[in-house]
């Protein structure tokens, strides 16, 4: 199974919660750079690699986010960790607002949109 929808329990699922947990952290750490990048360059494009890195990041932060709300959906269960990562990502969002890319813009929408779908209260069954 994958790394999203891996179930935690056993070897594979501790190595899985590890990577992701890797992963988040990484994308935090292109959208806290990128944002301080931006800053400091003015009116200076950063160069096309950082804004295909960024624009890649907000993809994987939606995507992901996409997956846990599926989970959710389905009443499986999300870890409290993976969960908390994702919201940690939140702050660094919102500093992207003022970027210059609309690129950036565009795909930062797609994963603030995500993030509204988790705030919605999973539908009774």
């Not at 806290?32 to 960024?54: A, F, H, Q």
């Not at 607002?97 to 565009?106: A, K």
Request: hydrophobic share 35%; net charge neutral.
């Amino acid at each position: 199974s994958s790394g999203i929808n891996a179930e935690y329990g056993g070897p594979q699922g501790d190595v899985s919660k590890m990577a992701l947990g890797t992963l988040l952290k990484r994308c935090q750490e292109v959208l806290r750079n990128y944002v301080k990048d931006e800053k400091l360059s003015g009116r200076c494009p950063l160069p096309r690699s950082r804004m295909t890195e960024i624009a890649f990041v907000m993809r994987a932060i939606s995507s992901l986010i996409n997956s846990l709300q599926a989970r959710r959906d389905q009443m499986t269960e999300i870890d409290v960790e993976v969960w908390n990562h994702v919201v940690e990502l939140y702050p660094y969002l919102i500093d992207c607002i003022t970027c210059n890319s609309n690129e950036v813009r565009e795909t930062l929408k797609e994963a603030l949109h995500q993030f509204k779908d988790l705030l919605v209260p999973p539908s009774p069954r």
